[in-house]
């Protein structure tokens, strides 16, 4: 079953075509990394996966939804995190994870699993996100998206920023979404990072996927 | 709900109403005390009038505010991905701005009668005229605040889209205080009775629309 | 006859008014007119696009 | 064919012209000026010659109503079926209805200095609703310039455009009932005293407004679909560059 289907999708950001005719299939239970270089269309097209973005022209299904008739309905269901954080600054960490658990509808056991899960220290749940590093912040977005438990995860650039714990988080974050069925989507500069964790490489260039040759399948 | 209780929870944090619009509207009255030469009668004759342009003025900050507060790390994304209702978005949201701005108000009222000695007939009267003024502004404010969510030019457009719509609610909000400060003779009762038909309104076309307003920027 | 000085304020304003405006228009048209191909020009007979969105 | 003419606009430009002519002809040598004798002092009363400049104010203000109420008819089919044509027309019409209101207001003006002894008067309905229709135009076409694809665009001003007229009758029903007593003419027409060459001179002019109006908002509408297109053509452009970079890369 194919959880995510582009075929020749345009998406404009503007006036620019950030996506000119990209195709991809992910299948549940799979991990893509997504690579190419700076604004070759990456985040536009996590960002379209996660119905953010409307395709301008062709077809893109993701989770069995076309997105272009409906992409409410995809929305909740995956996991996306991109560059911004998504987060209040004024508020604490616990009140973000809080506030964003309830409005997804989550319980609080799942808030706090998905915490602990992400290893963030309990003396950070009352500082507020606007006194957090980097890497503690995208810690925090990361465990907002997890509490959700997404079947499509979309990760721009996860590790950045974050120590090697956090690493190693990602990773085991990866594997297991990708091995209980759900289906992964990171776009990264890291090939030696990612390469392991996932099953598939594909190229990103001027707004078109290209299906790397001599896909490297580890696990 | 969710939503008023975490900007009013941030608003608690940042206290940007409080230390920032509130000066800002006191200013403004003050200001008017300077230019009108602190005529004491002309000064209570214009009393609703003025004030009524400080509380306009001093929202329209009130609500790039709470537009801010979506606009700034993807939070507006957030709540798209959240999967949770526009109208209950809409809705959390204008209640939060009423009620910063209700706080603005009050403390302004007290402003009105120290700085400018303005007579007190009818206390009933002016609570009401406020709320329903009030209601008014917070409903077509972040109406008009997510139609313009993330762009640059927000604060430029802002004004000159919402105060003209605004305008019913000083005509009538100030009709109102006239009364209930006895300066004007009219049924400042009907004309609050305006403010909350206003309010409803607004109220009811931001719940439709705010769907396709969130999605659109 | 009265009132001289206004009237031809009055009607010299929308006379400059419109005949402005129209002028704009038909200079702002022949400009873009020449990056559009003929038989894009008009939507009588280039339909390719009826819904926001569709293309 | 030229940029955005075609043989429709250009009969009913040529008509307008010959119009405005004739206009001219009947207002200001046809129609007789105001003057009537006030029946108790025996002096003369009126407009005199000022009244021959309804013949521009009221069909300005007609227009300007009408255009805005073409804009929210157009903005609410764009957000019922997300019309690419009512979405053109509502914002070709809506520059045009701010041009109408612009100068209804301002012959309007112009009228009142010597009729009411001012330029402006505060307690009149009409000219306040008019006025704030006047900067409520000014934001919608605010909103249309702003950034985003075409699609926001036209979501977004068809929001506002549909607010526009609510907001009117909402502003037109305080004003009415902050100050009722209205210094304008109740319905100019339905004065009996008005003579008929007057009348259809009147008549005429609302006509003539009503032509003018159509043959800018066709030629604003073929300069508005122009430039959708040239967006719409640059974009197929802008896609084959956008491929070019991957070939570039992957050979």
Redesign the interface.
């Known amino acids: 079953m194919s959880v995510v289907e582009l075929d020749d999708v345009v998406v404009l950001l503007g006036r620019f075509p950030a996506l000119a005719g990209a195709s991809l299939r992910v299948d549940a239970g799979e991990a893509v990394l997504l690579h190419g270089p700076n604004g070759a269309g990456k985040s536009t097209l996590l960002r379209l996966c996660a119905g953010l973005l409307r395709p301008e022209s062709g077809s893109a299904r993701v989770l069995d939804t076309d997105l272009g008739r409906d992409r409410r309905s995809v929305r909740p269901r995956v996991g996306y995190v991109g560059h911004q954080s998504m987060l209040y600054d004024d508020l604490t960490v616990a009140e973000n994870i809080r506030f964003w658990g309830r409005a997804a509808g989550v319980s609080t056991e799942q808030q706090e699993a998905s915490a602990r899960r992400m290893r963030i220290e309990e003396r950070l749940f009352d500082v507020p996100v606007s006194r957090l590093s980097a890497g503690q912040r995208r810690r925090t977005s990361i465990a907002v998206a997890a509490a959700r438990r997404p079947e499509l995860w979309l990760l721009d650039e996860p590790h950045a920023g974050l120590d090697q714990s956090g690493r190693d988080i990602v990773d085991a974050l990866i594997t297991d979404a990708a091995a209980s069925g759900g289906a992964v989507l990171v776009a990264s500069h890291e090939l030696d990072r990612v390469e392991p964790v996932v099953h598939r490489r594909v190229t990103i260039i001027g707004g078109t996927a290209v299906e790397s040759e001599g896909t490297t399948r580890v696990r | 709900m ?2 008023a209780q ?1 900007d009013l ?2 608003e608690l ?2 206290k940007v109403a409080l230390n920032q619009v509130v000066p800002f509207a006191l200013l403004v009255l003050v200001l008017f005390g300077f230019a009108l030469d602190a005529d004491r009668a002309s000064l209570t004759n214009f009393t609703p009038g003025l004030y009524w342009v400080a509380i306009l003025l001093a929202s329209v900050l009130a609500v790039h505010r709470s537009v801010g ?1 979506e606009a ?4 507006r ?8 209702r526009p109208e209950s978005v809409y809705l959390g949201k204008t209640l939060a701005l009423i009620a910063q701005i209700l706080v603005v108000a009050l403390m302004m009222l007290g402003g009105v009668v120290i700085l400018y000695e303005a007579p007190v007939d009818d206390g009933l009267l002016l609570v009401a005229a406020l709320f329903g003024a009030v209601l008014g502004v917070g409903a077509a404010g972040t ?1 008009y605040g997510a ?2 969510g993330g ?3 927000r604060e430029t ?1 802002l004004p ?2 919402l ?3 605004l ?2 609610v000083l ?2 909000a100030t ?1 109102a205080f006239g009364d209930a400060m006895g300066t004007v003779a009219t049924d400042g009762w ?2 609050t009775g ?1 403010l909350f038909g ?1 309010g409803a ?1 607004y109220l009811a ?1 931001g719940v439709v ?1 705010h769907g ?2 969130m ?3 | 006859m009265t009132h001289v000085g206004y009237l031809i304020a009055g009607w010299g304003v929308v006379f400059v008014g419109c005949g402005g405006y129209a002028w704009s228009v038909l200079r702002r048209a022949r400009r873009v007119a020449a990056r559009v191909p003929d038989e894009r020009a008009r939507w009588m007979t280039s339909r390719d696009a009826e819904r926001i969105g569709e293309s | 064919m030229s940029a955005t003419g075609s043989r429709t606009t250009r009969v009913l430009g040529v008509a307008v012209l010959i119009g405005a002519a004739l206009l001219v002809y009947l207002a200001f040598v046809a129609t007789d000026p105001d003057v009537r004798i006030d029946a108790t002092s025996g002096e003369e009363i009126g407009q005199f010659d000022a009244v021959r400049l309804i013949y521009v104010h009221v069909p300005a203000a007609i227009i300007a109503y009408l255009a805005f109420f073409v804009t929210a008819v157009g903005s609410a089919v764009v957000l019922k079926n997300r019309s690419v044509w009512w979405d053109l027309v509502a914002g070709a019409s809506a520059e045009i209805g701010s041009l109408a209101a612009a100068l209804a207001l301002i012959t309007g003006s112009i009228w009142g200095r010597p009729i009411w002894n001012t330029w402006w008067e505060w307690g009149d309905v009409r000219l306040l609703t008019t006025l704030v229709l006047f900067m409520l135009s000014l934001g919608y076409l605010a909103v249309r310039r702003l950034e985003g694809t075409a699609e926001m665009r036209a979501k977004r001003s068809a929001v506002v455009g549909l607010l526009l007229i609510v907001n009117v009758i909402i502003v037109n029903r305080s004003v009415e009932w902050w100050e009722n007593q209205t210094l304008h003419q109740q319905s100019t027409i339905a004065d009996a005293t008005i003579e008929d060459l007057t009348l259809f001179t009147l008549f005429f002019s609302m006509f003539l407004g009503l032509a003018a109006y159509v043959w800018m908002l066709i030629h604003r509408f073929r300069l508005a679909w122009l430039e959708r297109q040239d967006e719409r053509f640059g974009l197929d452009e802008a896609i084959e560059r956008r491929r070019a970079e991957a070939e570039g890369v992957s050979t």
């Open positions: 969710l939503v975490k929870r941030i944090r940042s507060l700034g790390e993807g939070a994304e957030g709540l798209l991905l959240s999967g949770m109406l139609l313009l762009q640059r030019a457009v000159i889209l105060l003209p719509v305008s019913p005509i009538a009709r009907q004309w305006l206003f309104i076309l629309s396709v307003l999605e659109e920027n």
